[in-house]
């Protein structure tokens, strides 16, 4: 199983803001640590938004910094959240079905069994575990330090999103 590079960049846009706890980013830092279209990005951090992964501040001096607690924002929950199919086969799909195989064919269920697995291992790290004290991932992300600005420093109105997690 191969995750869409959507959720691959939705991971790495989380991991990016960790590393950036008390500073507002730049999508374009993001974009141009991990050589990811500005365009591409956007988008997806737009939804990270709406699910309440992270806040979005518009305008001149705005950015993107972490909605919740990094220990509060499950690998799981995320990858569920991005990945539009986890239908590895087509088995999978019950009302469009048409392997003639199914009936007596055990493949849905051991993929079911390792994708719940799979499921399983990613809902027991957070954010917060991949980022862990954050030193070797500062160094390699650190150098578009220029390109965030410290929270402290932003004055402007801040609509509270609230998670429904």
């Known amino acids: 199983m191969r995750l869409t590079d959507h959720t691959d960049y939705s991971l790495r846009t989380l991991i990016y803001v960790a590393v950036h706890p008390d500073e507002l980013v730049h999508v374009q830092a993001v974009a141009d640590a991990f050589d990811i279209p ?23 001096s705005g950015g993107i910094r972490l909605g919740r607690a990094p220990e509060r924002i499950g690998l799981g929950e995320v990858v569920r959240a991005m990945e539009p199919d986890f ?11 048409a392997c003639v195989i199914t009936s007596a064919c055990n493949l ?23 980022v862990g004290q954050s030193t070797e991932l500062r160094r390699l992300l650190g150098d578009a330090v220029a390109a965030v600005i ?8 801040r609509r509270v999103t609230e998670s429904s997690s």
Request: glycine share 10%.
């Open 87 to 97: 239908a590895m086969v087509e088995c999978f799909h019950q009302g469009d079905n």
């Open 150 to 157: 410290p929270v402290a420093d932003i004055k402007v109105k």
């Open 38 to 60: 500005k365009n591409h990005l956007v988008k997806i951090v737009q939804k990270l938004g709406q699910l309440g992964y992270l806040h979005t501040v518009r305008g001149r």
């Open 108 to 130: 849905r269920g051991v993929l079911g069994e390792a994708l719940r697995t799979y499921f399983a291992v990613l809902d027991r790290y957070t954010l917060a575990d991949l």
